[in-house]
Each structure stands twice: as C-alpha cells, then as structure tokens.
C-alpha cells in the first residue's frame, strides 16, 4: 500500500469510528495525525505513542496493546513506519484523558483494529493481543485493599493546592502519577461513590478559588460541570470530569493571577479562547465580563495594544494554522470548524490576519 493511501486509510478510519490515527517515521517523528484534539492534546498524544511503540517491540506483526491506564492501541509497520490507531477507552480506564474519543469494549476496538491492520497489510492479519500484566496485578490490588477496614490512601490535598496557586504544571504531575490513579480508583470504585467524589470536588476547588477568582467568574464554570454531570452520569465520564475540573478552575486561577492584564481583560482572553469554534460579538463578551462594550474595549485595546475582533481573529487563525498544517480536513470543513459562515468568507479572514491563503499556508507549511 501506498503512502497516501495510508494516510486516506486512516483518515476514514478517524472519520468512520472516531478513533483517533497517526504515522510516525522510522526516528519516531509525527508525520500525520487524525485526531479532534488540540495542541495540548497532540502533544500528550505524540508523548504517549513513543511508549506505545516501544512497549510494541521492532518487528512486522501488528500488536494491540492494553496498558496499564486500560486504554487500547493498535500499532502496526509499513515500510519503516509506525501506523497508530487509538487510544480508546475500553471500559476500564480511570484517567483517560483525551476528550471526545467514544468508549468502546476491549472486544470491539480488537474489531476494528484487525480490519485496521489487514487494510494496511493488504491481506487478512491477526494481530496479537497483550493486556498488559501491570493492569490486571493493579485492578487485583486496588480491590483486595478496598476490601481491608485498616486501607489509608492520602487524600491527595496536593491537587487543591495547585489549584489555590494557579501551579498548571504541578497538578498535571500529581494527575498523571500512578499514585493519583490508585486513590481515583479506590474513592471513585462505583457509580454511587463516583458521584459523592465528583460534587464534593467541584465544591472544595470551588471554595478554595474564590480567594483568587471573583465568584461571579467561577459560577458559571461550577454551572457546566453540574450540567455535565446530569447529561452524562457515567462512572467513566465522572472520573475524567473530575480531572478536567480540577485542570479548568486552576488554569482560571493561573489566568487571574497574571499581573500583565486587570482582571475584565484576562476574563476576556479566556472567553476567546473557550468560544474558538463559535462566532462571537463583543457584547457578549462584554456581558460575560460584567463590563460596559466601551470600557471593556478602551481597557483592552490599552493593556493588549489590539482590539476584541482583532485578538478574536489572531486567536482563529492560530486555530486554523494547526487544522492546516497538521490535518488533512478541507478548507471548507476548517471553516465551518471555526465558526464562519462560508468559505469565501474565511478566507478572507485567514488573508487578512496571516497575509496569505489557508491554501498557500497548507502547501508551505504543511507537516503531512
């Protein structure tokens, strides 16, 4: 098989099963991926494959990989290069953080990356299967100490912590240990539990913020993960949720606790970079700062050196910038993405803000 027809393959794959797919050259460098996660998401994502490939070993037979988080890969070889398909949640991931990405059972993504593999192979291929024995000896530890009366996990305060001092870096290091993962397990064991940890959370990082966040500007925040959790009270969906909270109240905090901007600019940043994939209008940007239309754009064209549309702009291009270089998506599909009414109309707007066409920033720039 072709290069480009590995690169058609695995895009249909993405869009067929929402799975996410990527290529990476023989020195382990991304050359494409189909994804709908963002820059943060891609990075994490390249970070994670690297330990994928090599928990795979060198050789031609594709492998489908169960690790110790329980999240399912499937990586294959062509012509020196690595094809990836996942990761996928399958039922028994406590901390799977990429969003969007629909869980599925262990069975069916096996399905689905055995006509993967044939497809790239170009002839029927079974590949073969390793759940990792990491997974299975920490599931059987976590339950026989749930079992003991005399169990004594931290409490994991750290985690409020990093959320109190806006410190980003930090509470992704407590999040992504091992150890976190045990405790999640452990206090989040069932549905009924999960949901005590998840409100009780969003109540403790709520009170802990106000001291560096107005309460006005948190609500809101508190609002959406409420409603979350009545759309979607799935054990899986409130173990990530309460991870994804715990990340959004301290970037808010780490956001407020810059000097470089007053607190109605910072608010305003922070809503561009929310709505990217809507159309905004300064009123309501306005209204969600609390703030008159005029005094909000004097302070911000005063402390930024640019107006709400032109930042609005900048920040839509950048976005668009990346579905180009690293995505294969059609400029009509990136529109519509970002929320323009047309194409024409986009391209206008990417002109104006890059001085060049998404088609001529595609040809130069592209990573695929």
Not at 181 to 200: I, L
Not at 319 to 338: N, S
Not at 344 to 357: E, V
Request: hydrophobic share 40%; net charge negative; proline share 4%.
């Amino acid at each position: 098989m072709e290069s480009a027809q590995i690169h058609s393959l695995c895009e249909i794959y993405f869009n067929s099963f929402r799975i996410p797919a990527g290529i990476f050259d023989p020195d382990g460098n991304l050359t494409a991926i189909y994804s709908p996660f963002g820059e943060h998401q891609t990075s994490m994502y390249i970070g994670d494959a690297a330990d994928v490939i090599r928990q795979s070993g060198r050789g031609s037979v594709p492998v489908i990989l169960f690790d110790r988080l329980g999240a399912s890969w499937a990586v294959t070889e062509h012509g020196g290069e690595h094809i990836l398909l996942g990761p996928v949640q399958t039922g028994e991931c406590s901390s799977f953080e990429y969003g969007d990405i629909p869980e599925r059972s262990y069975d069916a993504f096996c399905e689905i990356a055995s006509s993967f593999v044939s497809a790239v192979a170009g002839s029927p291929v079974m590949p073969r299967q390793e759940r990792d024995e990491r997974a299975n000896r920490k599931a059987a530890d976590l339950m026989y100490r749930a079992e003991r009366e005399d169990v004594r996990l931290r409490s994991f305060d750290e985690v409020y912590e990093c959320a109190a001092k806006g410190d980003v870096a930090g509470l992704n290091d407590l999040l992504r240990s091992s150890e976190f993962d045990d405790y999640h397990d452990m206090v989040m064991k069932d549905r009924e539990s999960a949901v005590t940890v998840y409100v009780f959370s969003l109540a403790k990082v709520y009170h802990i913020c106000q001291a560096a966040v107005p309460i006005k500007e948190l609500a809101p925040l508190v609002a959406a993960y409420m409603e979350e959790l009545k759309r979607d009270p799935s054990l899986a969906a409130m173990k990530s949720g309460t991870k994804r909270m715990l990340y959004d109240f301290t970037r808010y905090v780490s956001e407020f606790g810059k000097k470089d901007y007053s607190p109605a600019v910072n608010t305003a940043l922070m809503y561009i970079k929310e709505h990217i994939y809507s159309q905004m209008k300064v009123e309501d940007i306005a209204r969600h700062c609390a703030v008159s239309v005029s005094s909000l754009q004097h302070r911000f064209r005063e402390e930024t050196g640019m107006s709400i549309s032109e930042a609005i702009l900048s920040c839509k291009a950048d976005k668009a910038r990346y579905f180009l270089r690293y995505t294969l998506l059609p400029c009509t599909e990136i529109a519509f993405k970002m929320g323009y009414c047309s194409q024409s109309y986009f391209i206008k707007q990417f002109r104006k803000a890059t001085g060049m066409t998404p088609s001529e920033y595609r040809a130069a720039n592209s990573a695929l």
